[in-house]
């Protein structure tokens, strides 16, 4: 079946340090890839998506994700994250031939020290 | 321009019960998706429905039932609860079944004594 991992279960980095997420997925055909974010208290929102195109994608608030097909990943990367960063992240894929059924990984969660 | 809106937020049901969780979609979203968080997980996908019919449908049993109404909105139907099914229920809307980008609602937080 396919499936997304997410490597860590939670970081915790202080403001200003890099930050990157890995996510590998299980799918040998064509997939669309996400990250989603939940802020606490708030509900899941898309920082970026990959479709087609360039594989190094660009999203809200400096978020940016590499897609390496001979790796199935799709990890997230930051260069400076703020404590606003705090949140709970989520790689997940769709499949071309089933668009409708998001696949979701388990989740990193980032805490970010002030 | 109102995005999705699930109800109610919070709600507490007894083992053997029967529960219904309300999703509005995001103004001018036909298809409505339904996902199951559990704590320290990922949403794993319950349903689809479009055009008023279940579309495709993950891996949950006959207990978990939808129905989504002429205006697009949408019901998620969980009989005879058990303790397993305290979760986060999400409401997802897009535009079109095929459209892999969808809005989540705040979702459903259900627990089940």
């Known amino acids: 079946a396919q499936s997304v991992s997410q490597h860590n279960h939670h970081v915790i980095l202080s403001e200003a340090a890099s930050l990157e997420l890995g996510c590998n997925y299980s799918y040998g055909g064509t997939v669309n890839l996400f990250w989603y974010v939940q802020y606490p208290g708030q509900h899941l929102q898309l920082l970026l998506k990959y479709f087609s195109g360039d594989p190094l994608v660009k999203g809200i608030k400096g978020f940016e994700a590499e897609f390496i097909k001979s790796k199935f990943s799709f990890n997230l990367r930051k260069p400076s994250v703020q404590w606003s960063d705090t949140a709970e992240y989520f790689c997940?894929?769709?499949?071309?031939?089933?668009?409708?059924?998001?696949?979701f990984g388990s989740g990193t969660r980032l805490s970010i020290r002030p | 321009d109102a995005g999705v809106t699930q109800s109610p937020t919070h709600l507490i049901k007894t083992r053997g019960q029967q529960v219904t969780l309300r999703c509005s979609p995001k103004s001018g979203h036909d298809t409505v998706s339904w996902y199951q968080q559990a704590l320290g997980q990922g949403p794993q996908f319950i349903f689809q429905y479009y055009e008023e019919e279940e579309r495709q449908r993950g891996n949950f049993p006959d207990r978990f039932s939808g129905h989504q109404f002429p205006n697009y909105s949408s019901e998620l139907n969980v009989n005879a609860l058990l303790l397993g099914d305290s979760a986060l229920y999400l409401c997802?809307?897009?535009?079109?079944?095929?459209?892999?980008?969808?809005?989540f609602g705040q979702g459903t937080r259900l627990t089940v004594v």
């Open positions: 997940a894929v769709t499949l071309y031939s089933s668009a409708s059924k998001i696949i």
């Open positions: 997802a809307s897009s535009l079109g079944p095929g459209q892999a980008e969808a809005f």
